[in-house]
């Protein structure tokens, strides 16, 4: 995720591209604003729906240790994890700020730091580490969805309910609250009263964003990001060489056994965020180009669909692997569309060597 | 899947549009990508100004180049199906080598010394690497192989002895079938490896022990022997490790750390070239829209340096050429200063990685 000041250092850039790359400005601005208006804006507020729900869910938890309560929590932890989907792919201002997206989710984790901070915040029992200011300082690993996760549905999910452990309740309590206030305060750098940031990605006199095309290169990243993403960290990292040699536990969720959904509900933010944004841009220059990418999505999304009876156990079984690598080849294929048609169809500035090189 | 149909690709319509021109200067030879997308080989001069450009049947990649410069082969980007011989001067094409059964190109591949072998590098059905072995006398003719010792073989050069050649194992799975997916991003065996050109046995392998998520890709050979490694790093973003490496008599050292710019990479290297003189090299990051400059002696950043997509890089008469994949290309100086070449062949085409001298 590459830092503000990386980011204005690289639009900063000398441009090669010559006159034929150039673009008129208002095309780029509508597609911002219809992308901004009809995806961002709403993806976020569910968001942060979700947040609150969850986060007074897990406060009701630890008030009263009650099964019922435990359930209605692991239902609403769901629903937040797939609300993020929502806006993952958006790695970029206000989700990269204060290393939001980081603090939402730690994934891929192969360090394990998750298990370990959760370890180490239950073993002292502290207070003062599970503020909101401690929070915003460190322990990245600890405080977001996976942690929850493993406090909702691990082998030491029954001990949120024993009299003596009223310090995971107060911690995943902890945890609900710092999510609604990184998707409160996310929402409100995108809302048009508040931040304005989809403002500032139209160009600011001085700003990060110099014309809506910068704006909208940073949402073209966005849409390839998230493809790839998907494909190799949220699918792929699972696969292994044959069903025997396959990681289930790489999974994202696989304690929930919610990681086949999670895939499926990026696949449509990401179609949305195509279809809002870039498909009407796309076909004034080239219909057909468009109706193929739109064929993509659908593709990759029935793909998707086809895996049964969840990605955990997909992976280990040979007609599940295939339905896996089905879905790997449309989402490549997607994704190559993007790369090498259409970023040149609209006249992005980005190039083959950045977005699939070797 | 975007695979060639193998009749396809010697059925190919291949059209060298351009005259010939003299070979005794300069010339530099390359994929590339014209403004419709239509997939290029392309050779201009030091000033940019064209030589020839012809069609491709798929993305290409890497080249090679006969001792005697009277023959290039282009590789197709891998896993890829086939490469071309060419004429240099004049772009002619003299034959197509379509991949053996259960072997795909990985796009590099070096001439021995006598100009009488090439050597691919390959990889088999699980993506373990091969170094695939042509007669080129006998119409390159695939007269055995050899093990790389190591996944996702890509770089290939010939030591400056003639009798071993180095290869770079990658180290990342992939699944010909699934193109452009990979897997086990996280941690993986990357190698340098020196192989017996006779026997094919492993003289040597160097790996960089502190991080089993950098991948050694691409390779640059100074006249002295030494051999500098280019890198890319899949492991968490808020690492940065250096992503350059020196093999000489002493064995492998990664560059110094931090300070040093590794940053401005954006965990991505795409190139690397040597001086003529072997005193420097550069490396390219494409995702960085940079480039540094490293003094061969004092194993020392001199210089950064910035291009939008910048990959293709070569060792130039005053510094290092560095093409763009947004089109054109710029010559960098050992300080880093860099001149645009003014030239409307070189603007116009989106260039590709790698580019070779001819």
């Not at chain 2, 990342?172 to 941690?187: C, K, V, Y």
């Amino acid at each position: 995720m590459p830092t503000r000041r990386a980011l204005a250092a690289l639009l900063a850039l000398p441009a090669l591209a010559g006159s034929a790359w150039a673009q008129p400005m208002e095309p780029a601005r509508a597609a911002l604003r219809a992308a901004v208006s009809r995806h961002v804006l709403p993806r976020h507020a569910a968001f942060t729906a979700a947040a609150a729900a969850f986060a007074s869910a897990t406060a009701a938890l630890r008030t009263a240790p009650e099964a019922a309560r435990a359930d209605a929590a692991r239902a609403v932890w769901a629903a937040l994890a797939l609300a993020f989907q929502g806006i993952r792919h958006l790695r970029f201002g206000p989700m990269e700020a204060f290393d939001h997206g980081f603090r939402i989710t730690l994934f891929p984790d192969p360090r394990n730091a998750t298990t370990r901070e959760l370890a180490e915040l239950l073993r002292e029992g502290d207070p003062e580490s599970i503020t909101p200011q401690a929070f915003a300082r460190g322990r990245v690993a600890a405080q977001g969805l996976p942690a929850a996760e493993r406090l909702l549905f691990g082998e030491a999910a029954p001990r949120l309910l024993a009299p003596d452990e009223a310090f995971r309740r107060r911690l995943l309590a902890a945890i609900g609250a710092n999510l609604l206030a990184i998707a409160q305060a996310m929402q409100q750098e995108w809302a048009p009263q508040g931040g304005a940031f989809g403002t500032e990605l139209e160009g600011t006199p001085g700003g990060v964003f110099r014309s809506p095309q910068d704006g909208l290169l940073v949402l073209f990243k966005s849409l390839h990001g998230g493809l790839e993403f998907l494909g190799e960290r949220q699918v792929a990292r699972a696969l292994g060489a044959t069903a025997r040699q396959a990681f289930p536990r790489r999974t994202e969720a696989w304690r929930s056994g919610a990681s086949l959904a999670l895939v499926q509900a990026g696949l449509a933010a990401q179609a949305e965020l195509w279809r809002t944004g870039f498909a009407p841009l796309v076909a004034a220059q080239d219909a057909p180009l468009a109706a193929q990418v739109a064929q993509g999505y659908a593709a990759a999304e029935a793909a998707a669909a086809a895996i049964a009876p969840s990605l955990e156990k997909a992976v280990v079984q040979p007609a599940g692997r295939a339905a896996v690598e089905a879905l790997l080849l449309a989402s490549g294929q997607a994704r190559r569309l993007l790369t090498e048609r259409v970023a040149p169809a609209i006249g992005l500035p980005v190039g083959f060597n950045s977005m699939d090189g070797d | 899947m975007t695979t060639l149909p193998r009749r396809a690709a010697l059925a190919l319509p291949f059209l060298a549009l351009a005259r010939p021109a003299p070979a005794a200067e300069a010339g530099f030879l390359a994929a590339a990508a014209d403004a419709e997308g239509r997939w290029r080989v392309a050779a201009f001069g030091a000033d940019g100004a064209k030589r020839f450009e012809s069609a491709m049947p798929a993305r290409g990649h890497g080249a090679a180049v006969g001792p005697d410069g009277g023959t290039a082969v282009l590789f197709a980007r891998r896993p890829g199906h086939f490469a071309l011989v060419l004429d240099p001067a004049s772009g002619a094409l003299r034959q197509v080598v379509e991949r053996a059964p259960g072997r795909w190109f990985c796009g590099h591949g070096a001439f021995s010394a006598d100009g009488g072998t090439l050597w691919a590098s390959e990889i088999d059905a699980t993506g373990e690497g091969v170094v695939g072995v042509y007669a080129v006398r006998r119409g390159y003719a695939r007269i055995g192989e050899f093990p790389t010792g190591g996944a996702d073989p890509h770089d290939v050069r010939l030591a400056p002895d003639g009798a071993s050649i180095w290869v770079a194992n990658g180290g990342i799975r992939t699944d010909p079938r699934l193109p452009r997916t990979r897997f086990e991003l996280e941690a993986f065996d990357s190698s340098l490896v020196r192989l017996d050109t006779g026997s094919g046995r492993l003289l040597a392998r160097h790996r960089v022990a502190q991080d089993a998520s950098l991948s050694l890709r691409h390779l640059a050979l100074a006249p002295d022997g030494t051999v500098a490694i280019a890198m890319q790093h899949e492991g968490p973003r808020q690492d940065r490790p250096p992503l350059v490496a020196l093999v000489d008599a002493a064995g492998l050292a990664v560059l110094p750390g931090p300070a040093a710019g590794w940053g401005l990479l954006d965990h991505y290297i795409g190139s690397a070239a040597a001086s003529a003189d072997g005193t420097l090299f550069a490396v390219t990051s494409p995702r960085g829209g940079a480039g540094l400059v490293i003094e061969a002696a004092s194993r020392r950043v001199r210089a950064a340096f910035t291009l939008r997509d910048g990959c293709g890089v070569a060792a130039a008469p005053g510094g290092f050429l560095v093409t763009s994949g947004l089109g054109g290309g710029v010559l960098v100086a050992a300080d880093g200063t860099q001149r645009r070449l003014e030239n409307p062949f070189l603007a116009g085409l989106r260039w590709d990685n790698h580019m070779v001298p001819i």
